[in-house]
């Protein structure tokens, strides 16, 4: 008897804490999802916010370029471009080039088309073109600088002397310019670009190391023949008389002083020296 009142108060324990557990036990929210007309409701709003501000976008950017073009403020007049970076091109010859905007809005003149006129012009390497308002173009340009006289092959019996840019490009003179320049043989206009600028690096390389002590040398070469990648050929003076030079394609300098310091030995020995091939460490072929 004491033993089942026992069981039965385990029993209504155990009823007990099962029902306290079912109580503390967490529920899952219930999410409830809007109804069909409510989305629709929501995404007809966004779509005529949308289209109600697209609308006054529009209108507003026409009204505003409408202004732009009818505003006579706004008209380019005949000295409305400033030209800066000139040397050696004519003011004329650029300014030719918007020639067609004059009396025209500056909000409506094409700036990168422009730009690409001007780099047609051979001496231009870089052109920029900015509006400067109300009523101005600031044109900028970089010329091209000639790094030597070429001599180009004109037809088959003759030549003629071009100058030549570190790109490859053939320029001609300006009328009443100048240069004080060397001149460089083994470049042509049937090359490409790609090989012009090897043989223009090439020539520069040497212009450059041959210079790079005291004295400077290049004053003393009459032409510079980059034909071949692998042996520069150089003509010198040499008190009267004209003597060729096989350098190589590297120790400039040094094959130079070489030169320099053994010619007066080869006239005794051999007399009238006409070339000398430096290319070779140790030995010199003198002819």
């Excluded at 400077?216 to 003597?243: C, M």
């Amino acid at each position: 008897m004491f033993g089942r009142t026992k069981e039965r108060k385990t029993e209504r324990q155990w009823r007990e804490t099962e029902e306290s557990s079912a109580y503390l036990r967490s529920r899952r929210p219930v999410h409830v999802r809007p109804g069909l007309h409510a989305w629709m409701r929501r995404s007809l709003r966004w779509v005529l916010t949308s289209v109600c501000l697209g609308a006054i976008a529009y209108s507003a950017a026409y009204a505003l370029e409408s202004y732009l073009q009818s505003e006579p403020r706004f008209l380019l007049p005949p000295d409305g471009v400033r030209l800066t970076g000139l040397q050696y091109l004519s003011p004329t010859k650029v300014q030719g080039v918007f020639d067609a905007d004059l009396g025209t809005s500056v909000a409506g003149i094409p700036l990168e088309e422009r730009q690409r006129q001007l780099r047609e012009i051979a001496w231009v390497e870089k052109a920029a073109v900015l509006r400067v308002w109300p009523n101005r173009l600031w044109v900028h340009i970089d010329e091209r600088r000639p790094v030597a006289f070429a001599r180009v092959p004109r037809s088959k019996d003759s030549e003629t002397t071009r100058l030549i840019d570190r790109a490859g490009v053939f320029l001609d003179a300006p009328a009443g310019a100048v240069f004080a320049l060397p001149v460089i043989a083994g470049i042509n206009t049937r090359m490409s670009y790609p090989e012009r600028q090897e043989r223009i690096a090439l020539f520069e390389k040497l212009i450059e190391t041959i210079d790079s002590g005291d004295p400077p040398y290049s004053p003393l070469l009459s032409e510079i023949d980059v034909a071949d990648l692998r042996n520069v050929r150089v003509t010198t003076t040499y008190g009267s008389e004209v003597i060729d030079l096989q350098m190589g394609n590297d120790q400039f300098r040094h094959r130079y002083a070489l030169f320099l310091k053994y010619i007066d030995g080869w006239k005794r020995e051999f007399g009238k020296v006409r070339a000398v091939d430096l290319r070779f460490e140790g030995q010199v072929a003198v002819r």
